[in-house]
């Protein structure tokens, strides 16, 4: 079984903080959300996995997970570049899967319960595909996968006006080689792209079984800002939390807090977990940290109330006001402006920001 | 639809038709690498049928 991680598309729901890298790369506690991806393969025994890069960020992605040697994987990279479509993607890996089966994990989604119970799954019977499925409130916003008293799936609709579950693709997929033909008889879609659902449907078509899996810990697409911090809140409330850093007495804390060993929470400032904070960062006295909040490496905080937040890193944050739900990007700094005339907030504001006063 | 690829001898990273056809020459894509690809790498056949069907590779 070999692993093939899709780690291209331009991030737009994400900007401005994927006008600078590419959207697999943002941090959720303080870790790359692509490295959750390749945790959760190599747990499910993959180790040779191939990353697909598109047209932004493949140096950064290479330089983050080079060979994989850190990971304990064995990574290949392959160009897509234009975004093509997800069965596009698949078809570009075809020389690097060679005969086996492969996972397909969308690099920038994050699940719960990883992929070992799908693998598991798939391998369990004689199939051309397995697809992930979770239970959604409102069926008619995804593809929809209908399914037998086996599990095995029937039909795949888009966006169906009467959907016949509530079982939507969540974009996890297992695959036999059986699918590179499918893909080669696919024409593109009415958006341009070779669509992974018309692959699959094609092999219903063929008479292979498709098996299905429901997912039922959360999985998050971390697409927008506002997943990015529901994300972020998943991750802190389920990982085990290590405080390394230094506590200084007079520092008050509360909850689980992750505290890298060179960062420091000084005497009068209040952090309640959960909570992750990188290296070499400080929280200064009056600072107040709050549940759900990940601050990157090489920052300080003073005077600031935050929480429900992820500050990516390289910040100096010091205004004396309250920072809630908010993404912030690395090197983006906040100070007070108490002290300048006139009054008034002043900004730099990049391109596509939002900013709510 | 078929999907053509050229893998670098040098660093083993796999790169698309149409990523080599938009560049016709260009230095690997693999950090680091300093192995310089071209469309015409591609078999003669693998060329013909893309560019037959250049349209469809871009978005």
């Known amino acids: 079984m070999k692993g093939v991680l899709l780690s291209g598309g331009t991030g737009s729901r994400l900007r401005p903080i994927t006008h600078t890298g590419p959207k697999q790369l943002v941090p959720v506690a303080n870790k790359p959300v692509l490295e959750y991806a390749i945790e959760d393969l190599k747990e499910a025994g993959i180790t040779e996995i191939g990353v697909i890069l598109g047209n932004k960020g493949r140096d950064e992605i290479q330089e983050l997970l080079g060979d994989g040697s850190e990971y304990g994987v064995d990574i290949t990279y392959i160009v897509q570049g234009n975004p093509l479509g997800l069965a596009h993607a698949a078809g570009c890996a075809k020389d690097f899967v060679g005969d086996d089966d492969f996972v397909m994990y969308l690099g920038d989604n994050i699940l719960k319960s990883g992929v070992i119970e799908l693998v598991k799954s798939f391998e369990a019977g004689d199939y051309g595909a397995g697809i992930a499925l979770q239970e959604v409130d409102d069926p008619q916003a995804f593809g929809i996968a209908d399914v037998d008293n086996e599990g095995n799936v029937t039909e795949l609709i888009e966006k169906p006006d009467e959907p016949p579950t509530n079982l939507a693709l969540i974009g996890m997929y297992v695959f036999s080689p059986a699918v590179f033909d499918a893909i080669n008889d696919l024409e593109p879609s009415w958006r341009g792209e070779l669509e992974i659902t018309d692959a699959i449907q094609d092999l219903l078509e063929d008479d292979y079984e498709i098996d299905s899996h429901v997912v039922t810990g959360w999985w998050k697409d971390t697409g927008k800002p506002e997943d990015i911090l529901e994300a972020n809140r998943l991750v802190l409330e389920d990982t085990k939390l290590n405080t390394a850093g230094v506590v200084e007495d007079g520092a008050e804390t509360d909850g689980r807090i992750g505290l890298a060993d060179s960062s420091v929470i000084e005497d009068g400032a209040v952090v309640r977990g959960p909570v992750s904070i990188a290296e070499n960062t400080t929280i200064k006295s009056g600072t107040y940290v709050g549940p759900y909040t990940s601050i990157g490496a090489n920052s300080t905080l003073e005077d600031i109330h935050i929480e429900n937040s992820v500050v990516i890193g390289d910040s100096e944050i010091t205004a004396n006001g309250r920072i809630v739900d908010s993404l912030l990007g690395r090197n983006a700094n906040v100070e007070s402006a108490d002290d300048l005339l006139p009054e008034g907030r002043r900004l730099v504001v990049g391109e596509n920001s939002q900013l709510k006063l | ?59």
């Not at chain 2, 149409?18 to 300093?34: F, I, S, T």
């Not at chain 2, 015409?40 to 250049?54: G, S, T």
């Open chain 2, 1 to 59: 639809m078929r999907i053509i690829t050229h893998t670098c001898p040098a660093c083993g990273t796999v790169v698309a038709a149409n990523e080599l056809e938009k560049n016709r020459v260009m230095k690997c894509p693999g950090l680091g690498c300093q192995e310089v690809l071209r469309f015409e790498h591609l078999p003669e056949d693998a060329r013909e049928h893309f560019l037959e069907n250049r349209d469809r590779y871009q978005i």
